[in-house]
C-alpha cells in the first residue's frame, strides 16, 4: 500500500521543499520506493535532487491539464529507489488553466492513483499558497504534513491551512488527516527558536514532530549541487535530523 503525503504551509520559505526533497531521499535509502511529485511552478524540488529543467520535455502541467498520464513525466534520479515528477515554469499556467476544468480539485487524484501503487511513499511538494494545486495535493493526498519555521510569525495561518484541511475533508477527501508539524530551521540556542517551539506546542500537542530540524548553511547550499543533504554532507547534523524524521514518518505512516 503506498501512502502520500502533501508537504503544505502557504507561507513562503517555511521548508516545504527542502523538507519534500530530504524526507524523499531518507526514505528513499531506507529501501522503499518514492515518488517526489513537484506542485510549485518554482521547480526546486525539480532541480534540488539533480533533475535539469531544461532536458525536460514535459511536466505537471501537461499531467493536470492536457491529460498526460503521469508515467509519462516521472524521472528517475542519480538515486536509488527514488523518482520525480517534475516542474518547470509551465506549471504556472495550470491554475488559470484548472478552473476552467470540471471536477478541478481531482485532476491530480484521478491521474495519481493510476501509479500509486509502483511507490510506497509519494510525496507533494505544494506551492506557497492554498491555490488550486493546494487543493488538488491535498484531495490526492492521505495526510498533510506542515512544515513551521522558528520564527516570530510562525504560526500566522497554520490555523488557516488545517481549515483548508476541514474543508477538503467535507468535499473531497473524507479520510485526509494532518500527519504532524515538523520544526524547521530551529536554533535551539535563542529564546525565539525555544518559545515558537513552545508555542506549537501548546497549540498542537499530538501534531508536533519530536525531531526538529536546524538552522544548517548546508542544507541551503546542497540543491545548487542537486544533491540531497545525505549526498551533500552525510555526517550533518541537518542530515541526521532528516533521517530521524523519515524514521519518525515511517513509524506514524505504519
Ligand atoms: N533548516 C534550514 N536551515 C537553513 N536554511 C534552510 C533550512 N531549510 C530551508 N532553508 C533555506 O530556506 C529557503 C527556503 O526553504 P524552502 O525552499 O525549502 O522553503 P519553501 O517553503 O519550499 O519555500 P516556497 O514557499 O518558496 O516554496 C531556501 O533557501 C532553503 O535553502
Ligand atoms: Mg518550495
Known amino acids: 500500500m503506498s501512502y502520500v503525503m502533501a508537504i503544505a504551509n502557504q507561507k513562503g520559505g517555511v521548508g516545504k521543499t527542502t523538507t519534500s526533497i530530504n524526507l524523499s531521499a531518507c526514505l528513499a535509502s531506507s529501501r522503499v520506493k518514492v515518488l517526489l511529485v513537484d506542485l510549485d511552478s518554482q521547480g526546486n524540488a525539480t532541480s534540488g535532487l539533480g533533475i535539469n ?41 495550470a491554475e488559470i488553466d484548472l478552473i476552467e476544468k470540471k471536477n478541478r480539485a481531482l485532476s491530480l487524484k484521478k491521474q495519481l492513483d493510476k501509479v500509486r501503487d509502483n511507490y510506497d511513499y509519494i510525496i507533494i511538494d505544494c506551492p506557497p499558497s492554498l491555490s488550486l494545486l493546494t487543493i488538488n495535493a491535498l484531495t490526492a493526498a492521505d495526510s498533510v504534513l506542515i512544515p513551521i519555521q522558528c520564527e516570530f510569525y510562525a ?41 515558537v517551539v513552545a508555542a506549537v506546542h501548546d497549540h498542537f500537542p499530538d501534531l508536533l514532530y519530536k525531531t526538529m530540524i536546524p538552522r544548517s548553511v548546508r542544507l541551503g547550499e546542497a540543491p545548487s549541487y542537486g544533491q540531497p543533504i545525505t549526498v551533500y554532507d552525510p555526517k550533518s547534523k541537518a542530515a541526521d535530523a532528516y533521517r530521524a524524521l523519515a524514521r519518525e514518518v515511517k513509524r506514524r505512516a505504519k
Open 155 to 195: 504560526l500566522e495561518g497554520v490555523t488557516q491551512l488545517i481549515q483548508t484541511v476541514d474543508r477538503v475533508r467535507t468535499t473531497s477527501n473524507p479520510s485526509l488527516f494532518v500527519e504532524g508539524i515538523v520544526m524547521t530551521m530551529a536554533d535551539t540556542r535563542t529564546n525565539l527558536s525555544n518559545d
Open 53 to 93: 529543467k531544461n532536458d525536460l520535455e514535459q511536466d505537471m502541467y501537461d499531467v493536470l491539464i492536457n491529460g498526460v498520464r503521469m508515467d509519462k513525466v516521472i524521472v528517475p534520479t542519480a538515486w536509488k529507489n527514488l523518482w520525480v515528477a517534475p516542474a518547470t515554469m509551465n506549471l504556472a499556467g
